[in-house]
């Protein structure tokens, strides 16, 4: 596969334990965030977004805070399987600004058995 | 969601020389974009296609390199012209799908074209 993210930052975490990902922003006007998920070889894969007027949001095994006074985002995973290994990126945008996204640095995360 | 498909899945390429990467969407889309993600690193927007009217560029980036053609809501090409090394990258499509359910609209993102310049 393709060596996406050689250099980010890794989070190992025990298979079955909780994952949290962390994720800082800039700019306070971003007012939409989401969660991708990227394998080895693929592109980015949707996981699950945020409106900045909100504060906490779940889906499948998945949740996303926010914290606007710090301007912080995280993914939380729970019961953290082998096949949730891969490296994350957080994205944020600005709806007036035409959702153009900015990507943040991305971290890996490799699941132990 | 959409299904985004992207060709050549990657290519290795001879400095100076130009490549074409396609992207087709399974429905109509307004928006989409291109990115590139260098080795090891994240997704830098280039550019946003527009159908009908000439792509909106990032800084960093110029027409002249990354000249993008969309003649219509499924289809968009990005060419990086003149290549160089430095052009190795993966480079992604997305495109912005609304949801009419919660009237929530989210970009998707293509496999992606990994190029190889040599």
């Known amino acids: 596969g393709e060596s996406v993210g050689l250099h980010l930052p890794t989070l190992s975490v025990q298979e079955g334990d909780n994952s949290i990902i962390n994720c800082a922003y800039s700019n306070s006007a971003s007012d939409y965030f989401i969660w991708y998920k990227q394998e080895s070889g693929k592109g980015p894969q949707f996981i699950i977004d945020?409106?900045?007027?909100?504060d906490k949001r779940q889906g499948q095994r998945v949740t996303v805070l926010l914290n606007k006074t710090v301007k912080h985002l995280s993914l939380q995973i729970a019961a953290t399987q082998p096949g949730d290994s891969a490296v994350y990126f957080c994205a944020e945008t600005r709806k007036a600004a035409g959702n153009k996204l900015t990507f943040g640095g991305g971290t890996r995360v490799l699941v132990k058995p | 969601s959409a299904v985004i498909s992207q060709k050549p899945s990657r290519d290795i390429c001879q400095r100076g020389t130009s490549l074409t990467i396609q992207c087709q969407v399974d429905s109509q889309v307004t928006m989409m974009f291109w990115y590139r993600q260098q080795p090891g690193q994240s997704l830098t927007l280039i550019a946003t296609?527009?159908?009908?009217?000439?792509?909106?560029?990032e800084s960093g980036f110029v027409i002249d390199k990354f000249p993008i053609s969309r003649p219509n809501l499924t289809f968009s090409t990005l060419t990086v012209s003149n290549m160089s090394p430095e052009d190795s990258s993966i480079y992604l499509c997305?495109?912005?799908?609304?949801?009419?359910?919660?009237?929530?609209?989210?970009?998707?993102f293509g496999p992606g074209t990994r190029l190889t310049v040599l």
């Open positions: 997305s495109v912005e799908y609304f949801f009419l359910l919660d009237r929530t609209d989210t970009q998707y």
């Open positions: 296609a527009n159908q009908g009217s000439e792509a909106t560029y």
């Open positions: 945020i409106r900045s007027n909100m």
